[in-house]
Structures are given as structure tokens and as C-alpha cells.
């Protein structure tokens, strides 16, 4: 079957600029989640939706950046007014169900690429 | 906050060696514990999973790794390299009760043939 899909997988956007990533899930899960990727470093948390509800957004960086999925299925990572600090890899996973209280695994797209000039 | 340590950043072999990439993990309760592995130009695929049971857990393509607790320690095997595992492995953990993986910085796995 189809696995996560995000576009677009390059972004290159001047610094001031504001961005929009896009994350669709594996039909029928219910969590989804958005981590960022520096070279040379693990994924890091962003934040995580069940359904259309953000359940925790302590990874992300500053005011600057938000996430939604207001219909519980896809969902838009958006960076206001980008710094070059903010080039990584962004990478959407999705899973059945929270691992908080039970046990499922997560699924990784191909991940967006920015690149802030 | 937990953490995930993985002590090689590069490993280089040759084909037919045996593998063992290591990590360590900081949380004092119940785990769950992942590898996942990143080839050339494709996305973060998972490898193997432990929840509970049996510490050896048998991965994809001939992929273990042993969870040892009194270590905190989730380290990945294979007894014989192929050229075609060259890639990234990340270490991940997540405690019981919560929804986020942290993962290690990777290690870059470099098979020559």
C-alpha cells in the first residue's frame, strides 16, 4: 500500500520567506508525527497530532514555526519568516496509534530537504 | 529528558564481516526500543522493534539486536555483511507511556565489496 507521502521533497526559499511542508499519512493512522533533521544528527521531535488534535508541541523551536491537520489526516508543518538555521531535513511520520499506552511503530516519508538562503 | 547514545559515527568493513553497532540508552523505566536504517537516496525504513518478550529480536535481512537492561544497551548485529547494507542506522527509544522517539545521531555504515 501507499506509504507517507511529503512534498515537496526540495525546498529552497530565501531567508524572510515563509514556508509550507506538506505531510500525508498512511490511510487509517491516527498519530502523526513531525520530526527535524540536522546533518549529522538524529531526528528530533517536533510535535505529534491523534486525529486532528495536537497532543504535544514542546519540539517546536520557537513561535515561528506551528503545525495543523484539521482533518485528521494531512498535515502542514509551517516556518513564518525562515532563518538559515532553520535548513534541515523535515520528516513526517505517521502510526496507527500513540505509542503513549501501547505499542505501534512509526512510519517515515521521504522527508523535505530546506534549504534557507 | 531521555537520551540515545550511539558510539560509532562511521564504521567501515568489508563484505562478509560481522557488524555490531551499539547504543545506549538514558531512562531508568520500561522501553521501547527501535533501529531504523536509511540506504542511499531512500527514506528511514524500520529495521527491528523490541516492546517486551524475548530480548533478541530478529529484524530484515538478517538483522538482531539484543536488549540487555542492566546495560541499557540495544545493540545491533548481523553476522555477515553485504555491500547492499551500506547506510545510516539510527538507534530510537521511546518509555512506556509516552509518544515520541528520541533517537541517536546515527552511524554511517560503509561496506566495501
Known amino acids: 500500500g501507499a506509504g507517507v507521502s511529503q512534498s515537496p521533497r526540495y525546498k529552497v526559499t530565501k531567508r524572510g520567506q515563509d514556508v509550507a511542508l506538506r505531510c500525508d499519512p498512511i490511510s487509517g493512522h491516527v498519530s502523526l508525527y513531525w520530526y527535524r533533521q540536522a546533518l549529522g544528527q538524529g531526528p528530533e521531535f517536533l510535535t505529534y497530532f491523534n486525529y486532528e488534535a495536537q497532543q504535544d508541541k514542546s519540539g517546536l523551536p520557537n513561535d515561528r514555526f506551528s503545525a495543523e491537520r484539521p482533518e485528521g489526516s494531512i498535515s502542514t508543518l509551517t516556518i513564518q519568516r525562515t532563518e538559515q538555521r532553520d535548513s534541515a531535513m523535515y520528516r513526517c511520520?505517521?502510526?496507527?496509534?500513540?505509542?503513549?499506552?501501547?505499542?505501534?511503530?512509526?512510519?517515515f516519508g521521504p522527508g523535505t530537504r530546506l534549504t534557507v538562503l | 529528558a531521555q537520551s540515545v547514545s550511539q558510539h560509532n559515527h562511521h564504521v567501515i568493513l568489508s563484505e562478509a564481516a560481522s557488524l555490531e553497532l551499539g547504543c545506549n540508552y538514558s531512562y531508568g523505566g520500561t522501553v521501547n526500543l527501535f533501529w531504523y536504517v536509511q540506504y542511499p537516496g531512500q527514506h528511514l525504513q524500520l529495521l527491528l522493534k523490541y516492546f517486551s518478550g524475548d530480548p533478541l529480536v530478529k529484524g530484515i535481512k538478517g538483522f538482531e539486536a539484543e536488549f540487555i537492561k542492566s546495560k541499557f544497551s540495544f545493540n545491533l548485529r548481523k553476522p555477515s555483511v553485504q555491500w547492499s547494507d551500506t547506510a545510516e542506522y539510527f538507534c530510537a527509544v521511546v518509555p512506556s507511556g509516552y509518544s515520541t522517539l528520541t533517537f541517536g545521531k546515527g552511524t554511517m555504515l560503509l561496506v566495501s565489496p
Open positions: 511520520a505517521s502510526s496507527l496509534v500513540s505509542l503513549a499506552g501501547g505499542t505501534d511503530t512509526q512510519y
